[in-house]
Nanobody, 117 residues
């Protein structure tokens, strides 16, 4: 059974930076992704990264302030957010797929990020 555990969320001020971690266990995943869901809004993809070669994809809204990375030795994915804005307030979820190009079968429980102005 695969499991993903996010950490690193919290209450921050606008302009701060934050790093989120996603510790994976139980399975070898081919791709990690970060999503977020703000109150009253649908869950949206931020970025994903391929485990094998580190290739990344970013949603247009995430280009410039968000950086996704992974550490294969630690089975961990990261999301770095720079210059946080109040509109970044959301629950951030890590997801993982076992098959390249496949669906995200595993999800973390989410970590709350709240940005005060």
């Amino acid at each position: 059974q695969g499991q993903l555990v996010e950490s690193g969320g919290g209450l921050v001020q606008a302009g701060d930076s934050l790093s989120l971690s996603c510790a994976a266990s139980g399975r070898t995943f081919s791709r990690y992704a970060w999503f977020r869901q703000a109150p009253g809004q649908e869950r949206e993809l931020i970025a994903f990264i391929r485990r094998v070669d580190g290739r990344t994809f970013y949603a247009d809204s995430a280009k410039g302030r968000f950086t996704i990375s992974r550490d294969n030795a630690k089975n961990t994915a990261f999301l770095r957010i720079e210059n946080l804005k109040p509109e970044d307030t959301a629950v951030y979820y890590c997801a993982a797929a076992t098959v390249i190009g496949g669906l995200y079968e595993y999800w973390g429980q989410g970590t709350q990020v709240t940005v005060s102005s």
